[in-house]
């Protein structure tokens, strides 16, 4: 199965943006989902396909899609962001599913 | 309230068996795809498998082909796995997790149970 690559950290200002990479050859063909994963919990669906966000999701979270590469923007990053990112997408044959390696922000 | 409840992670020995089930409630069970993910202690999340709404189609993670098998029983919204042949590796807390789409399979999963811990230790 294909890979989805992601930086292990990053960390962003109160208030500021901050973009969350991931990239892979199986995005070129497959919108990427974004996941947020907080100590001790499961992992909650942030984002998923051009930029649809589940209820209950603020807008400050969105996603841009180009070549092989998947992009999460938090937009005024608050404090309850500070969590395990995760991409995920069908990977390159359609049948099986792989997850990013995963982004750790933190908000200073 | 979308409601999934994973059980059955215990510590077994490496080469046993174990059936994990997944209890769902407040949606219409029979009508959406379930996956099974798993995190390994400190680690990142790993696809596991994927039933279709219907059981007519399953799929497995190269890690896992062979030797576990997904299944559903819709009359009891719920979901299992079995999985034989265990190794170390296999160590993880698993994940139930709902399909958004209806009626078919995409990598948008919208609900997550707390997870279940499988331990695989001599």
């Known amino acids: 199965s294909s890979e989805l690559t992601q930086d292990p950290a990053v960390s962003v200002a109160l208030g500021q943006t901050v973009r969350i990479t991931c990239q892979g050859d199986s995005l070129r063909n497959y919108y990427a989902s974004w996941y947020q994963q907080k100590p001790g919990q499961a992992p909650v669906l942030v984002i998923f396909?051009?930029?649809y966000r589940p209820s209950g999701i603020p807008d400050r979270f969105s996603v841009s899609n180009s070549g092989n590469t998947a992009s999460l923007t938090i937009t005024g990053a608050q404090a309850q962001d500070e969590a395990d990112y995760y991409c995920n997408s069908r990977d390159s044959s359609g049948i099986q599913y792989v997850f990013g390696t995963g982004t750790k922000v933190t908000v200073l | 309230e979308v409601q999934l409840v994973e059980s059955g992670g215990v510590v077994v020995q490496p080469g046993g068996s174990l059936r994990l089930s997944c209890a769902a409630s407040g949606f219409t069970f029979d009508d959406y795809a379930i996956h099974w993910v798993r995190q390994a202690p400190g680690k990142g999340l790993e696809w596991v498998s994927l039933?279709?709404?219907?059981?007519?189609?399953?799929y497995y993670a190269d890690s896992v082909k062979g030797r576990f098998t997904i299944s559903r029983d819709n009359s009891k919204s719920s979901l299992f796995l079995q999985m034989n042949s265990l190794r170390a590796e296999d160590t993880a807390l698993y994940y139930c997790a709902k399909d958004s789409e209806f009626r078919s399979d995409t990598a948008h999963f919208d609900s997550w149970g707390p997870g279940t811990l499988v331990t695989v230790s001599s």
């Open positions: 396909g051009k930029n």
């Open positions: 039933i279709s709404w219907d059981s007519g189609s399953t």
